[in-house]
């Protein structure tokens, strides 16, 4: 379970990274943790998921869905509490695996569901209007960055779990 929740974290820092530069066909994917550390807009997302304990996990086998909030997303949430889940690694990892759900969960597949239960436990909320996908509230800004250990949406947003 922890390993699966720490490549889930490393998939939600890397997920800008894919977005902005497409592997080539010839070249295998690289994993979820591997997309976040070349990609500078997930930065805050991968200094967490270090902060975490998780990112020795994030290149682990398996497959993982991660909502990657980017460095915007995090830019919006008050500082106090950034700063207070840095100095909680229980809560930090709670909120970071709210963020990933077990499997490779396509943007053809989000689409069709209502909801996803995370490995923080509980489940997101997911809405469709149009052509606009929200995970909760935040709204999913790329899709389907393509992992080998998982895919990843890029949300501009951090989700925060309910409490309990």
Do not use: C, W
């Amino acid at each position: 379970m922890t390993r699966i929740a720490l490549i889930a974290l490393a998939s939600l820092a890397l997920a800008v990274p894919a977005a902005s530069a497409a592997p080539a066909r010839e070249q295998a994917s690289p994993t979820i943790a591997g997309l976040a550390a070349k990609t500078p807009q997930l930065s805050t997302l991968l200094s967490l998921v270090k902060k975490a304990g998780l990112a020795d996990e994030l290149s682990a086998p398996g497959a993982l869905t991660v909502f990657a909030p980017t460095n915007k997303a995090f830019a919006k949430v008050p500082k106090k509490t950034l700063d207070a889940l840095a100095k909680n690694p229980t809560q930090l990892r709670r909120v970071l695996l709210y963020h990933v759900v077990a499997g490779r969960v396509t943007a053809a597949k989000v689409v069709k569901l209502r909801s996803a239960k995370t490995l923080a436990g509980p489940a997101v909320r997911i809405r469709v209007t149009g052509k606009t996908v929200r995970i909760d509230a935040a709204k999913v800004a790329t899709a389907d960055v393509k992992a080998s250990n998982g895919v990843v949406h890029v949300i501009d947003a951090v989700l925060i779990p309910p409490a309990g």
